[in-house]
């Protein structure tokens, strides 16, 4: 018997229709904005269904079943979703931005076209200093008396930089050629589309606390005013699996164990097995997995158990 098919609509969702093209500014000059999208938190479970039968679920059986999927890494139905987004971001923000390999990309060419002239300026106040506990992040603010001086200096330099550049393609010098001095504040833009699956897991690796301030603030634009309204309850299962969500080692669950156990000593063992503490007993500054320990232990609103 000759299998019957249902005519199906485009799926369209009116919380992001409303913004399609609309920039969300980020940074000083930044920008993301949706050029097009495919899918919505219905395509998901869907597709999860295999079934054609939009509607015949009720909403809270497919917010179950989503989250099922978040929840177990059952992550293809979320591939039937796809985002294209037009940014405008610093060339050292697209160089963490582009190790995202699971994206479509075209980015605006300097080769072709004159580079946009504008770079990321930072005020006295934005200066950071260097976290002394973790070597690629920083913690804390440069005093602004002396970011003063370094906003002036970089002022200038950009300045400089720029001019520089302008006299270069004066000159007749190639575009492709003329822009090797540009700094890396330098704004580029690109179209970057990418399904929520791979979505996800930049916005899990980009929202979190240790990335780059600067990526950061781009990720949570695409987190709030992007997911927000194109998928509302994957937004929701997202905060509640990934964002707020903590996981603890296989360690760990042992020190908790027996710090409610009230095995003082057993916990000493175990911090002296993984390097957490010294041959003296005193705590190990430089473990970087101990001060992680800490900090889960913190938001439980446990004690420290040495
Ligand atoms: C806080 C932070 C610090 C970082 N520091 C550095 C650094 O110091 N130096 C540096 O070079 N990078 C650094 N990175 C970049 C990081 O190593 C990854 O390259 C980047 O985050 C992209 O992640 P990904 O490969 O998982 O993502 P994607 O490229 O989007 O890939 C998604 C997933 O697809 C799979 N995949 C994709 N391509 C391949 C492949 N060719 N082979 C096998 N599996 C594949 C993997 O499972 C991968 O997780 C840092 C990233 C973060 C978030």
């Known amino acids: 018997m ?16 409303e913004v399609l093209g609309q920039p969300f500014h980020v940074l000083k000059d930044g920008f993301v904005r949706v ?41 293809s139905p979320f591939e039937m979703c796809e985002l294209k987004l037009h940014i405008r971001v610093p060339m050292d923000v697209w160089r963490q931005w582009i190790r995202h390999r699971t994206a479509n ?42 970011g003063e001086g370094l906003t002036a200096q970089e002022t200038e330099f950009h300045r400089l930089s720029r001019e520089l550049y302008d006299k270069r393609i004066e000159a007749g010098v190639a575009r492709e050629q003329a822009r090797k001095d540009l700094p890396l504040s330098t704004y580029t833009e690109a179209y970057w589309k990418i399904d929520l699956h791979n979505l996800l897991h930049f916005l899990e690796l980009r929202m979190e606390i240790n990335a780059q301030y600067e990526i950061r603030q781009y990720a949570n634009t695409i987190f709030n005013e992007i997911i927000k309204r194109w998928v509302p309850l994957t937004y929701k299962a997202f905060i509640d699996y990934m964002i707020e969500a903590m996981t603890f080692s296989g360690l760990e669950i042992k020190v908790i164990t027996e710090m409610i156990l009230g095995n003082s000593a057993k916990v000493k063992e175990l911090y002296k097995e993984f390097g957490w503490i010294k041959g003296d007993g005193a705590k ?19 004690p420290f158990p040495l």
């Open 105 to 146: 990309v075209n980015e605006y060419s300097t080769r072709y076209s004159i580079a946009i002239d504008s770079a990321e300026h930072t005020n006295p106040g934005e200066w950071r200093t260097q976290s002394l506990t973790n070597r690629q992040g920083s913690a804390g603010s440069i005093d602004p008396s002396i």
């Open 35 to 75: 050029v097009d999208y495919m899918g919505s938190d219905s395509s998901i479970v869907q597709a999860a269904r295999v079934s054609y039968g939009a509607g015949t679920k009720k909403l809270r059986e497919d917010e179950a079943l989503l989250r099922y999927l978040l929840r177990h890494r059952h992550t």
């Open 284 to 302: 190990n500054a430089n473990s970087r997995e101990l001060f992680e320990f800490e900090e889960k232990l913190e938001k439980l609103s446990l």
């Open 2 to 17: 000759e299998q019957k098919f249902e005519k199906l609509e485009k799926t369209r969702v009116a919380e992001l229709d």
